[in-house]
């Protein structure tokens, strides 16, 4: 079974940075396409970023460009969301997401196999 475990949310002040890590085990993470997804109360799961097995393709959200970045390590399973510029409508549950797509995924949730339990992410203003 594929366990993907998030780590690294809390609390923050708007403008301040959080780096989110997702650690990945039982799957051949090289083959993964990733991705960071957000769900804050009574809304549903958004795209935050995804990013292909290789690294090169990357996708932003419109309303994260420019302050967070997604990457990964293929060595240690990992693929992390460095998160800048803070803004109170970041609060959410940010979840690591996997699946085995060659190329870019689709930024739907649906086109995820494997999720993480999420870690809370919550920016005051």
């Known amino acids: 079974q594929v366990q993907l475990v998030e780590s690294g949310g809390g609390l923050v002040q708007a403008g301040g940075s959080l780096t989110l890590s997702c650690a990945a085990s039982?799957?051949?993470?090289?083959?993964?396409?990733m991705a960071w997804f957000r769900q804050a109360p009574g809304k549903e799961r958004d795209v935050v970023a995804t990013?292909?097995?290789?690294?090169?393709?990357?996708y932003y959200a419109d309303s994260v460009k420019g302050r967070f970045t997604i990457s990964r390590d293929n060595a240690k399973n990992t693929v992390s969301l460095q998160m800048s510029s803070l803004k109170p409508e970041d609060t959410a549950v940010y979840l690591c997401?996997?699946?085995?797509?060659?190329?870019?995924?689709?930024?739907?949730?649906?086109?995820?196999?494997?999720w993480g339990q999420g870690t809370q992410v919550t920016v005051s203003s």
């Open positions: 997401a996997a699946t085995p797509a060659v190329g870019s995924p689709p930024a739907v949730a649906g086109a995820f196999d494997y």
């Open positions: 990013i292909t097995w290789t690294g090169r393709g990357i």
């Open positions: 039982r799957l051949t993470f090289s083959r993964y396409a």
